[in-house]
Nanobody
Framework: QVQLVESGGGLVQPGGSLRLSCGAS????????MGWYRQAPGKQRELVAA???????NYADSVKGRFTISRDNAKNTVYLQMNSLKPEDTAVYYC???????????????WGQGTQVTVSS
């Protein structure tokens, strides 16, 4: 199995910054794409940003220029630097990893437990 543990959420004022981290552990053979999704109350979960093992990135239009995703392959960790935060960024942020493990010898979508980000004055 693969476990994802997020950290770094919290309460921040509009215009502020937060950095989310997500570490993957377990019986990992390889991790392909890693990413961050978010879900606000009453809304569907949506992709925020993703990064491949080679470093290619993809962002939602709503966060381009404000958020930066990065990854440390040696540590199986993905980060999300969030700047110029807006109230509409308020949501539970979930880490995602498409990984192959010794328990599942095929690519499988793993999810973290989520971390709350609240942007409010």
């Amino acid at each position: 199995q693969v476990q994802l543990v997020e950290s770094g959420g919290g309460l921040v004022q509009p215009g502020g910054s937060l950095r989310l981290s997500c570490g993957a552990s377990g019986s990992i053979l390889s991790i392909n794409a890693m990413g961050w999704y978010r879900q606000a109350p009453g809304k569907q979960r949506e992709l925020v940003a993703a990064i491949t093992s080679g470093g290619s990135t993809n962002y939602a239009d709503s966060v381009k220029g404000r958020f930066t995703i990065s990854r440390d392959n040696a540590k199986n960790t993905v980060y999300l630097q969030m700047n110029s935060l807006k109230p509409e960024d308020t949501a539970v942020y979930y880490c995602n990893a498409r990984a192959v493990s010794t328990r599942r010898l095929y690519e499988y979508n793993y999810w973290g437990q989520g971390t709350q980000v609240t942007v409010s004055s």
